[in-house]
């Protein structure tokens, strides 16, 4: 018995140390980050998603420098994920249907240059996806998409009371997320 859990422990152990080798990051600022954290931890081959600040220049922001300050950041989710089971195309594909591509001026209710909207790029495959994309969907809705195409630097995990707060707060979220009229807006954009 003693054999056998020892080697149960042995595979137990090289499989996390395989599975850990799949793991892969995606960037992406779509408005309120705790919407954004939602909409991406029901995927399947997500493992993570933390929220965060990245695109601007200070080190290590507080929430109230990003909105208030001129730190240059956006709102942003790191997306931890399991590239074997879902591709970052697909994750890409999720970022739209998650923003108003066409607002300028932020996401929803909550307005300003934190807000805009983002899709990071961390090669150029990467980079030639997202342009692929906004040009499709400029296509489609024939309008110019405002989405900022930025190249990833550093991530800066935001504070502990923003990290799922969809989860720890759940009615104050949900009363936020319906008098922003998030899924309103993006059910008349995308016609879910």
């Known amino acids: 018995m003693k054999v056998f859990f020892f080697i149960f422990l042995i595979l137990l152990t090289s499989s996390k140390i395989l599975y850990a080798q799949n793991l892969s990051k995606a960037y992406f ?3 309120c980050f705790w919407c954004m954290e939602e909409s991406f931890e029901k995927i399947n081959g997500v493992t993570e998603v933390i929220s965060g600040y990245s695109g601007g220049t200070t080190k290590n ?6 909105t208030y300050g001129d ?3 956006f709102e942003t989710i790191e997306v931890i994920y399991d590239s074997s089971t879902i591709s970052y195309k697909k994750l890409l594909d999720n970022f739209w249907i998650n923003i108003d591509p066409f607002d300028e001026y932020g996401q929803f209710c909550d307005k300003g240059y934190s807000y805009r909207s983002v899709a ?11 342009e692929d994309n906004i040009k499709k969907i400029e296509k489609k809705f024939q309008k110019k998409v ?47």
């Open 146 to 192: 405002l989405t900022y195409i930025k190249e990833f630097d550093e991530f800066y995990k935001a504070e502990d009371k923003h990290q799922n707060y969809y989860q720890e707060y759940f009615l104050n979220y949900l009363r936020y997320k319906k008098a922003c009229r998030r899924e309103k807006i993006l059910n008349n954009i995308w016609n879910f």
């Open 71 to 73: 730190t240059g950041h």
């Open 61 to 66: 922001p507080s929430y109230k420098e990003v």
């Open 29 to 31: 600022a779509g408005g």
């Open 120 to 130: 990071f790029y961390q090669n150029q495959k990467q980079k030639i996806l997202i």
